[in-house]
T-cell receptor, first 113, second 117 residues
Framework: GQSLEQPSEVTAVEGAIVQINCTYQTSGFYGLSWYQQHDGGAPTFLSYNALDGLEETGRFSSFLSRSDSYGYLLLQELQMKDSASYFCAVRAPEGSSASKIIFGSGTRLSIRP | GAGVSQSPSNKVTEKGKDVELRCDPISGHTALYWYRQRLGQGLEFLIYFQGNSAPDKSGLPSDRFSAERTGESVSTLTIQRTQQEDSAVYLC???????????????FGNGTRLTVT
């Protein structure tokens, strides 16, 4: 089977840096993605890592270590608008399906002034 | 259209009734996914389509749930004999490719909020 684990809640201060971790267990692996979801809104894609290392996109960076089945999302210069839920997701094969995409349970990030 | 469109945005139904949820993906997107999200919870995979075929139906919670896609476009998710535990937001997403080694981000619709009374 496949599973992803991430902390349920994280609190940080405006302007600071926060890291949201994700560990996964899959029978195969084709990359780790991150999505952001504001309350009442639709999830939106943030980043994707297929290879080990750090990917940077503006204030957001994502890291992957395939040997550790671990990744994280790093948010810098936090803004109040970053308050949202963040989900890691894997595209992993299981049986005949190569494109089943499984999401973690999400990390609710709260930013305080 | 510019994005994934889902209808209705809200649906209130009585227990035991059937409901049909609709998803219009981004034009040209070959892969289409359905997820269920209960309040404050994560996204629970239900089913995905590649074209009009559903290679993986393993996430459908019971035989009361079914889905189809036609014309490699519109998809409908049908829930028969609804139960209160079916209350959730049903999210549809589409992506442009179905290649396991390529990043194909999912584009989500705003969902259908289903309430079963």
């Amino acid at each position: 089977g496949q599973s992803l684990e991430q902390p349920s809640e994280v609190t940080a201060v405006e302007g600071a840096i926060v890291q949201i971790n994700c560990t996964y267990q899959t029978s195969g692996f084709y990359g780790l993605s991150w999505y952001q979801q504001h309350d009442g809104g639709a999830p939106t894609f943030l980043s994707y890592n297929a290879l080990d290392g750090l990917e940077e996109t503006g204030r957001f960076s994502s890291f992957l270590s395939r040997s550790d089945s671990y990744g994280y999302l790093l948010l810098q210069e936090l803004q109040m608008k970053d308050s949202a839920s963040y989900f890691c997701a894997v595209r992993a094969p299981e049986g005949s399906s190569a494109s089943k995409i499984i999401f973690g349970s999400g990390t609710r990030l709260s930013i305080r002034p | 259209g510019a994005g994934v469109s889902q209808s209705p945005s809200n649906k209130v139904t009585e227990k035991g009734k059937d409901v049909e949820l609709r998803c219009d993906p981004i034009s040209g997107h070959t892969a289409l996914y359905w997820y269920r999200q209960r309040l404050g919870q994560g996204l629970e995979f239900l089913i995905y389509f590649q074209g009009n075929s559903a290679p993986d139906k393993s996430g459908l919670p019971s035989d009361r749930f079914s889905a189809e896609r036609t014309g490699e476009s519109v998809s409908t998710l049908t829930i028969q004999r609804t139960q209160q535990e079916d209350s959730a937001v049903y999210l549809c997403a589409s992506s442009s490719r179905d290649t396991s080694s390529y990043n194909s981000p999912l584009h989500f619709g705003n969902g259908t909020r289903l309430t079963v009374t």
